[in-house]
T-cell receptor
Framework: AQKITQTQPGMFVQEKEAVTLDCTYD???????LFWYKQPSSGEMIFLIY??????QNATEGRYSLNFQKARKSANLVISASQLGDSAMYFC????????????????FGTGTLLAVQP | DVKVTQSSRYLVKRTGEKVFLECVQD?????MFWYRQDPGLGLRLIYF???????EKGDIPEGYSVSREKKERFSLILESASTNQTSMYLC?????????????FGDGTRLSIL
């Protein structure tokens, strides 16, 4: 079973509008971390935002916010006031817990959502 | 800022060649990772290393090996390149032990095996 599911292979959004990119995850751990990365066409992966499983507030970083719904196991990325430079592939990822405490070193990635911002 | 540098952005090799992809990080991170990225499949972990000379297989290690002789450098080796290893290869590094530590990525190497 997929641990990270991104159901939107591609999306369009008009410049200056907000857009939500979906991510659901599957884990039986109580402790875990969730990440979003951006990958422009040039190829580099850029870390955007992090949400911990015990964080009570939704994470925000500038125009990026994370809509974290723990009971639904969803961690959707919201980009406000889209810009042309936001056109990129976006990946959701999860870090799980080790069996006896602490965090694994590995991240599990979804298959990504390609966002195209239209002028 | 963390800097992860991959030796080549684009590489073209022939079937059967031994191919080396090099990655260097400048932040004294314990962990280093090699992924391959293919359309529709996301990032798949090939190998990772949590210390010098230490390594663990990822999800798709077949046909690859790795070397970590120094903390800052992690090499991916294709022993005998095949056309199905044509892909984008991404190197990453991170600190250990905490949930909120992101992985920091290089710019990627687009490898074509002809």
């Amino acid at each position: 079973a997929q641990k990270i599911t991104q159901t939107q292979p591609g999306m369009f959004v008009q410049e200056k509008e907000a857009v939500t990119l979906d991510c659901t995850y599957d884990t039986s751990d109580q402790s875990y971390g969730l990440f979003w990365y951006k990958q422009p066409s040039s190829g580099e992966m850029i870390f955007l935002i992090y949400q911990g499983s015990y964080d009570e507030q939704n994470a925000t970083e500038g125009r990026y916010s994370l809509n974290f719904q723990k009971a639904r196991k969803s961690a959707n990325l919201v980009i406000s006031a889209s810009q042309l430079g936001d056109s990129a592939m976006y990946f959701c990822a999860m870090r799980e817990a080790l069996k006896y405490g602490g965090a694994t070193n590995k991240l599990i990635f979804g298959t990504g959502t390609l966002l195209a911002v239209q002028p | 800022d963390v800097k992860v540098t991959q030796s080549s952005r684009y590489l073209v090799k022939r079937t059967g060649e031994k191919v080396f992809l090099e990655c260097v990080q400048d932040m004294d991170h314990e962990n280093m990772f090699w992924y391959r990225q293919d359309p529709g499949l996301g990032l798949r972990l090939i190998y990772f290393s949590y210390d010098v000379k230490m390594k663990e297989k990822g999800d798709i290690p077949e046909g690859y090996s790795v070397s970590r002789e120094k903390k800052e450098r992690f090499s991916l080796i294709l022993e005998s390149a095949s056309t199905n290893q044509t892909s984008m290869y991404l190197c990453a590094s991170s600190l250990s032990g905490r949930f909120n530590q992101p992985q920091h990525f290089g710019d990627g190497t687009r490898l074509s095996i002809l």
